[in-house]
């Protein structure tokens, strides 16, 4: 099996930042280089929404329009880390935050139901 735990998660004012971290393990984890690492997130009421993800591949990181220029992905392969640096947040970004990871392959990681595991998810919570 492979864990993902989310952390970083708070209460912040409307400009601020937060740092959200996942930390992935488990016998069934083998490699950081073999998966693809995303970050959702989901509102009362609304459908799971693709955030940022990193590809296996090396690519360039996918940023929702929503976010680009303000969330920066990032995966450190030596602890099996991935975080989200998050600024200029808004009350709009409130949500849990999910950490997601896909097995190797050539899916869309911008869908949700690609992926092959999912951690419990940090809230996010931005006042005004």
């Known amino acids: 099996q492979v864990q993902l735990v989310e952390s970083g998660g708070g209460l912040v004012q409307d400009g601020g930042s937060l740092r959200l971290s996942c930390a992935a393990s488990?016998?069934?984890?083998?490699?950081?280089?073999?998966?693809?690492w995303g970050w959702f997130r989901q509102s009362p009421g609304k459908d799971r929404e693709f955030v940022a993800a990193l590809r296996w591949s090396g690519d360039a990181p996918s940023y929702a329009n929503s976010v680009k220029g303000r969330f920066a992905i990032s995966g450190d392969s030596a602890t099996n880390m991935i975080y989200l640096e998050m600024n200029s947040l808004k009350p709009e970004d409130t949500a849990v935050y999910y950490c997601?990871?896909?097995?190797?392959?050539?899916?869309?990681?911008?869908?949700?139901?690609?992926?092959?595991?999912w951690g419990q998810g940090t809230q996010v919570t931005v006042s005004s």
């Open positions: 997601a990871a896909m097995l190797k392959g050539l899916q869309d990681v911008t869908i949700g139901r690609f992926y092959n595991y």
């Open positions: 488990g016998r069934s984890f083998t490699t950081f280089s073999r998966y693809s």
